[in-house]
């Protein structure tokens, strides 16, 4: 039976935080059914970290629902931490995140930032990949990365002179240059502000129609400055992929089932990466969402994710 909405809100049963490579202890949760099959929530950003409502695409009856905070991002520690931090690395904690909950293998959830890490870890860990279930295609090529920077603000010019509109004019020529330089820079005031306008000019783009709440939430300084600054750090070194990199080692990965749902009006992540990953991934199961964003709050993202998640417990 089809669902339109997330399942009930649940509590984790276990929680913790793994030590990793110095400086970094990340935050871990389990939910759902202790001896269910294993599910790992990549969230996006990269920085963005879970929340409460991530639990809720999945059949808590069915899968061990296995959440983390990666390096630098939510309750993971030390917070908006650039030092040690890339998208290797993140492979790795995933890894020894799996071996500590002792799961042979699981299906990997991925939207945004967290398909590209959803990819990158399959790809480097096939066997360890029971299925792929992604939202919101991002590659991590150059391209992308200009859209974010310069593209969106064909669709929302108010907003992307607002984001622009911080630097001075004589810096706008390299807009992820400055705004690196200062989210980095040590003094509150310069940082916190320039996290504020990044962030919010992000989630202005999130949805088919404006969401205040949203918008408001996540230009709060606390929650702002992972995600600005460790997306600024990630886009400045090309998300430490290879140009092309997951499409050139797409092999790796063509017998994993892999369903992706994708907004027809994802500005930040338009739809053409997932037609690119369907080019060179036939069997992929690629559903097109016409009343959606790129949010995965959009109610027919949300529906396209639970069947998606439930659709598969009868094949693995």
């Not at 064909?154 to 509109?165: D, N, R, V």
């Not at 092309?244 to 992706?260: F, Q, Y």
């Amino acid at each position: 039976m089809s669902r339109d909405r997330l399942y009930p809100a649940l509590e984790p049963h276990d929680s913790g935080y793994l030590e990793v490579e110095s400086p970094h202890s990340i935050y871990w949760e389990e939910s759902g059914n202790p001896d269910g099959v294993g599910v790992c929530f990549l969230h996006g950003g990269p920085g963005s970290g879970t929340t409460a409502g991530h639990r809720r695409f999945f059949d808590p009856d069915f899968y061990k629902i296995v959440l983390h905070d990666q390096r630098g991002a939510g309750r993971s520690r030390p917070s908006a931490e650039t030092r040690n931090n890339d998208t290797q690395r993140l492979i790795e904690d995933i890894e020894t995140l799996r071996v500590a909950r002792g799961i042979d293998d699981w299906v990997v959830f991925g939207g945004s930032w967290g398909s590209t890490l959803a990819l990158a870890y399959a790809e480097a860990h096939p066997e360890r990949v029971r299925a792929l279930v992604l939202r919101g295609i991002f590659l991590g090529r150059q391209s992308e990365v200009d859209w974010f920077l310069k593209g969106m603000g064909q669709f929302f010019p108010e907003e992307y002179a607002k984001f622009t509109g911080h630097l001075p004019e004589e810096e706008r020529g390299d807009v992820l240059g400055n705004y690196l330089r200062r989210l980095m820079n040590p003094d509150e005031e310069i940082h916190g502000k320039a996290a504020e306008i990044w962030s919010r000019f992000e989630a202005s783009c999130a949805t088919l129609r404006p969401n205040a709440d949203s918008i408001r939430s996540i230009g709060l300084r606390g929650a702002s400055l992972p995600l600005a600054r460790l997306e600024a750090h990630y886009f400045a070194h090309r998300l430490f992929l290879e140009e092309n990199e997951l499409l050139a080692k797409i092999d790796r990965i063509r017998h994993i089932p892999c369903i992706v749902v994708q907004g027809r009006y994802d500005v930040i992540c338009p739809p053409v990466s997932a037609f690119d990953l369907k080019a060179v991934w036939p069997n992929l199961q690629l559903k097109i969402i016409d009343d959606a964003g790129h949010s995965a709050t959009e109610p027919g993202i949300v529906k396209g994710l639970v069947d998606a998640m439930d659709g598969l417990r009868t094949s693995l």
